[in-house]
């Protein structure tokens, strides 16, 4: 190729000029590559949560009820077409307890489509059985093919994994019943516990490094200490809190080992957001509140913290936010168990989202994949609305010194 | 005049203050921010309910001198600092003193307004607060120094939701000043108060001083010789961190002693 | 005189107040006490069951047969088959959008994009785990056969694009941190962008650059879901991305959710394991922090 640099009257080669073109475009290029990732996921992860099913009943007919019923209300005919009495159903709902065993063992949901027509509920019990599961496009071609088809005791429905009913189960062994409910809580505990650790600690630390110790030796070495945590796999804080919370302290698999070692972890990150909150308020402020007489701690806690406060605050809900995603650390400390009831205590045994997520995926049923695609939709959801409030906040106290 | 000369310079005084007039008795003040010296041995009193205006080219050390007045200078790491300013009889560098203490009598006002993220009762309030003023005292003594730094009139509808950063550049120095009268220090230290203003904003604030020097003594440094010689009663000139000359302004000004004065006065470097 | 007698600062408060913050921070002193601590005690147990030779050169990892072998070649070839992919896919991804950042982006559009990327930083890697398995794998079955269901190839794409934030946004840094005026001056001798940016402003912060990379590496050792759900937690040791595979972290998690009796070999394995991870993360971060140490004054 004959590749004569000839610049132009100005100067300017063009075939350089080419290459640069090019060049900015190719960079370009990973963004898009990341965002399309994104976007696949995303997707992917929407259309796993729907399908289309055909159901067999456990017991007695494949029956859908109307749209407007209650949850009681619904549970109550279908007790009856399964062939029980009218006495036997009544106590059953009645009794407090027997009632709640009845919802655990069975899920009214709201169907998107049925063999008897569109936004019908269902009553899945936890022995029924799934004859057939299809994707949504799949599903919806053949539609009217399956409906034929039906047997005795079958429905045929569209089912949109996520639903309010997944919100408030507990997991299952049928992928059918399962549920996000317990593992929100779980969730909600350990965070809870574990921000009540890291944010006395990472803030704390914050304002001794930023406000009284600025240089010298021990600030260096909790600088040098911090970086090097926060470059720990978070799976080693695990194997800390297996060894040092869940058998020598003898506190065993619960929330309080959970949330102890989920605390240790969001520690450098708030450190770090802390900090730089702390940095931003302008030293002339400092300088101002000395001259007023103020000592150290006045100066700290009467002016630079409530200045740097909206900072703060935003780190702290960006760490949840990482915390909330935390699956590996808590595996070993004991996240992994089958938990289908409701924690009570901190010292109950748990379980949060994102390992129930990774159960689900473990499990070999395809069906559990879609609840785990349900299931992660769910943690996205949340971990949005953190983020859009952290937006917010930092919008709304943005300052002008 | 080389630094080595400076060393050893005895300043040129005019009509100098008296021990019974002054509230503030620099002597022999020397200052180091590390290995390297910034002030050499200043003697000078600031006499009281007047202002004192120090002048002379950047880096001169008139900040330094100013900010030893009350021991701000301790904040900077590194600092040393020898021979004595005496405060009300006390020399303010012994060292049973506490700078804190020290700066709760004396109030400061800075070249860029300051004022905190908070509304304008709870910046003037800060120093109040800080000595346990509370209830419906802290209310009076709050509106008071409002109106003796001259910014209740503007304000007073809305000085206690709305947040002292609302204000303009001139409302937020005046509001700096009333922060640091709110206490009734019997000195304000203002370092280049109005460089950072507009000359109408710079005009309310040469007014208010006048007034002020009735209740407080002032000091203030400025490397504005018009402003100095407006506002003030007494001017010191410094040059590389020495006291070069004193006296009362006018005569500073118009018949300067010492041929770097002169020199500076006339614009001839600076 | 009253200023002699009044000490606001030796209130007992001030103290206090320094003393609740000095504890606060010791908490997290004491985290790397201890790490290390609780990782040591149960790995001198383990090397007092298993000579260090085994540990190191034996070629199977198989804590759970009749005959147990703890050799942590096929662990370590496993996350080094699964971190070399990623970083096959993160780095020239992540410095292209570095470059690309910190050169071609005005500064709200900068700051906007750096947010974007964080946001990706802050997924779940358990959502990239599932998408790793449950989307790329079956397709890359399509395209390449002999991959099985749980395969270091899918799991270490998935894990570039995890890890390419941490490329991207810290040699970012170091590229921006190169004075305007080197560009500049590159500018005025009449060079394109594109020259300036490869030629003058990436060898300037390669230090920089390197330890982005540095970091990026001991963060894919490091990872853990993406592995354990993709990669697989089958040791073996093989080279081939094709195949099912263990890395340190998938095996951790393996061995913890299983019921390891505690006081059993395989129990002391597993922090014999995380003990080799925690110093390989550790020599990595140091390596990368030294590297930026030592050559800042490069242009300063």
Known sequence: MNRTHTPNAFGVDPWKARIDRVFARALVLPL?????????????????????????????????????LSAQEILRQDLLARGYTEEEVAFALEDPKERQVLFLQNRVELMWNTQDGPFRYVVTGVYDERVADFSLAEGLRRWNELKANLQEGERLVLNPWLDQTFLTRPPSRSPLTAGIGVAIWGTVWVLSLALLIAIPVGIGTAILLEEYLREGRLSRILEVNLRNLAGVPSIVYGLLGLALFVRSMGIGPTILAASMTLGLLGIPVIVVTAREALRA????????????????????????????????????????????????????????????????????????IPVQIYLWISQNQPEFARVAAAGILVMLLLLSVLYLLALYLRNRFRREW | MSLEMLKDHETVRTESVSETEALVDVR??????????????????????????????????????????????????????????????????????????????????????????????????????????????????????????????????????????????????????????????????????????????????????????????????????????????????????????????????????????????????? | MEILKQRPSRHPWEVLTFALLLLLSSVTLLTTLGVILSLLGDVVEFFRRVPLREFLFAPEWTPLFANPRYGIAPLLAGTFLVTAIALLVAIPLGLSLAIYISEYLTPEKRSRILGILELFGGIPTVVFGYFALLFVTPLLQRV????????????????????????????????????????????????????????????????????????????????????????????????????????????????????????STPYYALFAVGFTLFVLTLLLNILAQWIVERYRERYE
């Not at chain 1, 898009?32 to 997707?43: K, N, T, V, W």
């Not at chain 2, 006002?109 to 209830?135: D, H, S, W």
């Open chain 1, 281 to 352: 308020v302008p030293e002339s402020l400092r300088l101002a509140a000395f001259a007023l007489g103020a000592t150290r701690r006045q100066v700290v806690f009467r002016v630079v913290v409530p200045a740097a406060l909206p900072g703060m605050v935003t780190g702290v809900i960006l760490s949840a936010a990482r915390l909330i995603g935390e699956a590996a650390p808590l595996l070993l400390v004991g996240a992994a168990a089958y938990v289908p009831f409701l924690p009570s205590s901190p010292l109950s045994q748990y379980t949060v």
């Open chain 3, 144 to 263: 390449i056969p002999g991959l099985s269901l749980f395969n270091p190839l899918s799991a270490g794409l998935v894990m570039g694009f995890a890890i390419l934030p941490y490329v991207s946004n810290v040699a970012a840094d170091a590229m921006q941190s190169v004075p305007r005026a080197m560009r500049e001056a590159a500018y005025a001798l009449g060079a394109r962008p594109y020259e300036v940016a490869l030629k003058v402003v990436f060898p300037a912060a390669i230090s920089g650059i390197i330890a982005a990379i540095i970091l990026a590496t001991s963060r894919a050792i490091g990872e853990t879901m993406i592995v354990a759900i993709a990669a697989g937690q089958r040791p073996a040791l093989t080279l081939d991305p094709r195949e099912t595979i263990a890395t340190m972290t998938s095996y951790i998690v393996q061995a913890a959710t299983g019921d390891q009796p505690v006081g």
């Open chain 2, 28 to 270: 022999h003040l020397n200052l180091w921010y590390g290995p390297k010296q910034a002030l050499f041995n200043i003697s000078v009193r600031f006499p009281k309910n007047k202002v004192t205006a120090i002048i002379g080219p950047s880096g001169c050390g008139k900040s330094t001198l100013l900010r030893s007045l009350n021991r701000m200078n301790d904040l900077v790491p590194g600092v040393r600092v020898e021979g004595e300013v005496r405060y009300e009889g006390v020399n303010i560098y012994d060292p049973r003193v506490d700078p804190v203490a020290v700066r709760r009598h004396i109030g400061m006002v800075f070249q860029k307004p300051n004022p905190f993220p908070k509304t304008i009762f709870e910046n003037v309030a800060f120093g109040l607060r800080l000595m346990g003023v509370k209830g419906s005292e802290l209310e009076d003594r709050v509106v008071e120094a409002l109106k003796r730094a001259a910014l209740w009139n503007e304000v007073q509808d809305r000085f206690k939701k709305e947040s002292g950063l609302r204000l303009s550049g001139g409302q937020q120095q005046r509001l700096c000043i009333a922060r640091a009268i709110a206490v009734e220090p019997p000195l304000l230290l203002m370092d280049e108060p109005t460089s950072a203003l507009d000359p109408i904003a710079t005009q309310a604030i040469e007014d208010l001083i006048l007034e002020l020097k009735e209740r407080y003594t002032v000091v203030i440094v400025t490397h504005n010789m018009q402003q100095a010689a407006r506002v003030s009663d007494r001017t010191l000139f410094m040059h590389l961190g020495v006291l070069v000359e004193e006296g009362p302004t006018d005569l500073l000004f118009t018949k300067p002693k010492h041929p770097y004065t002169e020199a500076y006065i006339t614009g001839r470097f600076g």
């Open chain 1, 32 to 68: 898009l590559l990341a965002l399309g990732l994104l976007a696949l996921l995303l997707g992917d992860t929407l259309y796993r949560s729907f399908s289309v099913q055909v159901v067999r009943a456990d017991e007695g007919p494949g029956r859908t009820y109307p749209f407007g």
